[in-house]
């Protein structure tokens, strides 16, 4: 099953995404935040992202989905570093940043992975939530 890590400045945020996430995947989708800094702070931390990472971690891939600014590139930085680790013959699956919305790209993924969805399709559910209009 892919898995999603949530990555957002504010640890309230991220957790609060991700139980969204995780009920909209009716139990079944592995969404684990990365909120904060490592103090409990707001910020990011490379970290925290990599020990979500690890915990969702299920052998068909992980899907980031980031918040805003340093976020994304702590995302970006940790995606780098995976694939650089994957072609050095290291374990772990793939890893990959969706450009989508937090809210609405982590509810779409997570509802796809339940379904056992490959990481593509994960990641292109997440990334189709721009197109849900609310007005």
Same mark, same amino acid.
């Given at each position: 099953?892919?898995?999603?890590?949530v990555?957002?400045?504010?640890?309230?945020?991220?957790?609060?995404?991700?139980?969204?996430? +995780?009920?909209?995947? $009716?139990? !079944?989708?592995?969404?684990? #935040?990365?909120?904060?800094?490592?103090?409990?702070?707001? /910020?990011?931390?490379?970290?925290?992202?990599? !020990? @979500?990472?690890?915990?969702?971690? +299920?052998?068909?891939? $992980?899907?980031?989905? @980031?918040?805003?600014?340093?976020?994304?590139?702590?995302?970006?930085?940790?995606?780098?570093?995976?694939?650089?680790?994957? +072609?050095?013959? /290291?374990?772990?699956?793939?890893?990959?940043?969706?450009?989508? #919305?937090?809210?609405?790209?982590?509810?779409?993924?997570?509802s796809? @992975?339940a379904?056992?969805?490959?990481?593509q399709?994960?990641?292109?559910?997440?990334e189709s @939530?721009?197109?849900? +209009?609310?007005?």
């Open positions: 099953m892919v898995g999603l890590v990555i957002s400045h504010s640890r309230v945020l991220a957790d609060g995404v991700a139980e969204l996430a +995780r009920a909209m995947g $009716v139990g !079944q989708a592995v969404v684990e #935040p990365a909120g904060g800094d490592s103090e409990g702070g707001l /910020g990011t931390s490379v970290e925290l992202v990599e !020990q @979500a990472i690890e915990a969702a971690q +299920r052998g068909d891939g $992980v899907v980031l989905l @980031a918040d805003l600014g340093s976020s994304v590139l702590t995302a970006k930085m940790v995606v780098d570093e995976a694939a650089a680790e994957v +072609r050095a013959g /290291g374990g772990g699956g793939e890893v990959v940043l969706a450009d989508a #919305p937090l809210v609405e790209g982590a509810v779409a993924a997570a796809m @992975a379904t056992g969805a490959d990481l399709t994960v990641v292109t559910a997440a @939530a721009y197109a849900h +209009r609310k007005t």
